[in-house]
């Protein structure tokens, strides 16, 4: 278990990243930044999970989006002005199986913002979108013919039909040239056991250069052992940060170059090691004959009285 101090600077770390993240969905909602001074972590998270729906997404998602990172529950677009997206959205104020059918050229996180306005009672959610190549608004309006009776009104794009048959005419209208947010988040997973098994055949490739590195740095702080040492701490080596831009380079000449130094350490430090171990024995000694003189004496004391 972490220890109190580095408990409380994880906590400090969380805090500092919750109030980031609060900037950032302020900006995003042209919303003003709140002052949560005495508040604690849960009630920022709370406020950025309301800033959050109304972008229509999760504080979550939202932390990726601002790290670069591609959400799980929202697929992975690009855009170029001919392709985009049909979805399916719902709010919790609707009744029982209604839903909105439409489509739009930009981002779901962009087009779910201007659909969560301020004259919507609770938030719109992704029920399913499919990203498609062609024109996305033709693929709407034949949608909306092919539902055309379960339409609750003309005028809007609400249909009280179950989900799972709007989705069966979507994907026969699309017929096949979609990519849905299931197969986007299998891609992202996919690209992601990819990228760790990289990294581990990487790490493991690098782990020689990694072990030499600890043992000389093992090395350099054996001499913090050594109580009243006049010899300081050595400075570490250049070639300790030694990096090669070649992916494939094995560091072999420097692995060996680093293991001299870190034998040479080893031998000073044995040095220092004897000479402090020597040193702290004479004056045990003299502390001990010291202290057996003082008690002979208050002996000695004892008795004449």
Known sequence: MPSSSAQKAIQRMKLESAMDLHRHLCQKTSTPVMEFHGKTRKSIEKENERLAAQLGTTAKDARDIQMGRAPASLPIETLNGTNG???????????????????????????LKGLNNTSTITPFRVQEAF?????????????????????VNKQREFFKYPKSKILDVIKTVCEGGYTSREQFKQAREESLALHKEKQRFEAERLRPWSEAKSRYSTAIHQFDYIHNNPKPRPDYDPLYNYTSNDPAYTYEAEISLLDQLTAQLKADYKIEHAEYVKRNRRERTKFNTIVGAVVLFVIGLVIVR
């Open 85 to 111: 997206y049909v979805y399916l959205v719902r709010s919790s104020s609707h009744a029982k199986d209604i839903y909105k059918i439409g489509a739009t050229n930009k981002t779901m996180q962009e087009r």
């Open 131 to 151: 990203f498609v190549e062609s024109d996305p608004f033709e693929l709407e309006r034949r949608i909306h013919a092919e539902l055309a009776k379960y339409r």
